[in-house]
């Protein structure tokens, strides 16, 4: 499937970079095809669109990359606030305790 080849990048790019001098002819679109022949019509519109997709998947996929490192910038930014989370959680467990027991020692004394 010609789809899958550009969403996957093995269809070379030139294919897409000489076809478009034809789609910049004026008679290059589905109705003056249509007038010509309507096979030639289907092949016509199937080349503008699948054009369009190329063009739309190329811009897409940088954002795509980018998207995946940020989500996984965020999920060690995440694994690394559990993790200290759990450290000051731990902490403050101990601070309670000290506390405690410096409340403790203090009634004793008195």
């Known amino acids: 499937k010609i789809s899958t080849c550009i969403q996957d990048g093995t269809i070379d790019e030139r294919n897409f ?22 096979a030639a019509a289907g092949i016509c519109n199937f ?3 699948i054009v369009k997709y190329y063009d ?3 811009d897409i ?4 990359q980018a998207l995946k490192e940020a989500t996984n ?3 060690d930014a995440n694994s690394k606030l559990t ?3 759990d450290s000051v959680a731990k902490l403050e467990a101990r601070l309670e305790k000290l506390t405690t027991e410096l409340k403790e020692a203090n009634r004793s004394k008195q």
Do not use: A, C, G, W
């Open 17 to 38: 970079k000489d076809v478009r001098k034809y789609l910049d002819q004026e008679y290059f679109n589905v109705k003056e095809m249509q007038n010509k022949n309507s």
């Open 83 to 85: 993790s200290v989370m």
């Open 73 to 75: 910038q965020l999920n």
């Open 61 to 64: 996929e940088p954002k795509k």
């Open 47 to 49: 080349v503008i669109n």
């Open 56 to 58: 739309t998947v190329k």
